[in-house]
């Protein structure tokens, strides 16, 4: 019988070095990777997976320089704005996991926004990961049960983490070609299926996507059983 792939999530790489290998600025390749987000997701929701997680900002992308944060703060503004359409058409829920406390007003506004327009769809619940780090958030659930339970079990620990909502992860696809998770979703991908590819996330087509969805289908998944 084939696998029921409940939760797919993707650790988009390689927008930089695509602008870099047109010779553009790589602000180029992020809008690229805007582009690519939305495709992405539209195929998701029509394949009837009920759960994607995206990872747009993590909590170490503050480091990168000034001028690249500030494009990508205001890349995904636009993107929220702009893509309500597409939300709507698909039945999509538009979701976040990460730590908001830091995003400006404007921000935090558009994301509630579309998370307001977006609550009583029933398809595709898509999450945004925004300054998202998985010791942040496993540091941070943590923090909120520990002075009310005698004895942490796992489940209070996943009941307490920013994706309570969401099931564990099914897939992980990191696009790119580095072999590392980097701080994302840890706990939630204690047996996740992990495919690496070469292909930079602006180059990533719905045919690579749908391939690795068969693959995982097929995978003999034992979940530590013989
Ligand atoms: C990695 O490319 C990508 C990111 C830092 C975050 C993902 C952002 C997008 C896909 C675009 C915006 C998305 C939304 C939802 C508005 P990189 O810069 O690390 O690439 P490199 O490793 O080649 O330098």
Redesign the pocket.
Known sequence: MKNKLNHIAI??????????NKNLI?SK??????E??REITTLIAKKNIPYLT?????TE?WK?PKQ?VSF?MS??R???KNEKKTYIDNNIKFNTIGDLSPFDKKTINAINELKNTTKENTGLTQS?ALNYGSRDEITRAVNKIKDNIKEIKEEDITNALDSKTLPDVDVIIRS?G?KRLSNFLLWQSYYSEIFFINT???DISSLEIENIIEDFEKINRRFGEI
Request: glycine share 12%; charged share 25%.
């Open positions: 650790i988009m790489d390689g927008n930089g070095r695509w602008a870099k790589r390749g992020h809008l690229a990777g805007m690519k987000v995206l990872y747009a900002f993590s992308n990168r690249e990508l890349l995904l636009k993107y929220l945004l790119g580095e930079l996330w602006p």
